[in-house]
């Protein structure tokens, strides 16, 4: 057993970009203030309930890994990990994180916790199999750290966490299907019905283009409802102009993996000028 096997079957890359946007969303709810236990205790409990959702998906997809160039070599799928050790430590990950989320954090930060945590592990392990929409199921629960990291600073629902969930919802929706165009063999390969495979690639890119537009406006929504200032709003426009013509290009492109890849590489430089400017924007005029 390996600590560094375990600690893949985590993947912490997701945890670490989600660790970003619950950082913002608590960020833009405190205007930069942080209660250091409460802070903590949010970033940690949300990673490792993350954490424990990740263990389960790798659990119950390894079947479908085995069969995609990307994720064959995984643990599971090669028997390094014996299924039933990952079960244990999805477990134990899930009793800590939620332990730390109940105990330090408040109940709405809890309770979209455990929200999220079903979303993913059930309603999305299910749907991706079945239907195209599993990606819209699937954006639900990757949009739960931001409101997570607001709703603990804030302590309570407002305007401002709905904004944040919607901006991070149709981030995904963009971000999700550049990933599925330039993995498209490795999905149709494992029969998951996403929808570059089942709709084709025009049908995505339209796609893409709309919630990049969708991107724009619901980020427009922070300075329109007075949480932040105009220096944000004029970056992430900047931005999303720019995200948007790239976009428009996909439909003229001639190699649509290429292209798909560079629109996926352009919502990581999104997601990062998000997570900086909405705190930021608290202060800036």
């Not at 944040?164 to 963009?174: A, D, G, K, P, R």
């Not at 976009?247 to 292209?259: E, N, Q, T």
Request: proline share 2%; aromatic share 14%; charged share 15%.
């Amino acid at each position: 057993m390996r600590v560094k096997d375990y600690y893949a079957l985590t993947k912490p890359g997701i945890i670490y970009g989600n660790v970003m946007t619950a950082t913002a969303g608590y960020l833009l709810a405190s205007r930069l203030y942080i209660h250091f236990e409460l802070f903590v205790a949010t970033l940690a409990g949300t990673s490792i309930v993350i954490a424990s959702a990740c263990v389960i998906n790798n659990y119950i997809d390894r079947n479908i890994d085995k069969k995609m160039a990307r994720t064959k070599k995984r643990a599971l799928v090669t028997g390094l990990i014996p299924a039933k050790n990952a079960i244990v430590f999805a477990v134990v990950l899930a009793f800590v994180g939620f332990f730390l989320l109940a105990a330090y954090t408040n109940f709405l930060v809890t309770i979209v916790g455990a929200v999220a945590f079903v979303v993913y592990v059930v309603l999305y392990g299910i749907s991706k199999r079945r239907s195209v929409h599993g990606t819209i199921v699937g954006s639900f629960s990757g949009a739960a750290p931001v409101l997570a990291g607001y709703l603990a600073a804030r302590g309570h629902f407002d305007s401002g966490a709905l904004i944040v969930f919607l901006i991070l919802v149709v981030w995904q929706m963009s971000h999700f299907y550049a990933i599925a165009m330039y993995r498209f063999d490795d999905y149709r390969a494992a029969k998951i019905p996403v929808l570059p495979v089942k709709k084709g690639m025009q049908t995505t890119k339209i796609q893409i283009l709309l919630y990049v537009i969708g991107f724009m406006v619901s980020c427009a929504l922070l300075t329109i409802y007075d949480y932040t200032g105009y220096t944000y709003l004029v970056v992430m426009l900047l931005f999303g102009l720019a995200w948007l013509r790239y976009a428009m290009k996909g439909f003229g492109a001639v190699d649509d993996s290429r292209w798909a890849r560079k629109m996926f590489l352009l919502s990581l430089i999104g997601i990062l000028a998000l997570s900086i400017m909405m705190p930021l924007g608290t202060i800036l005029p």
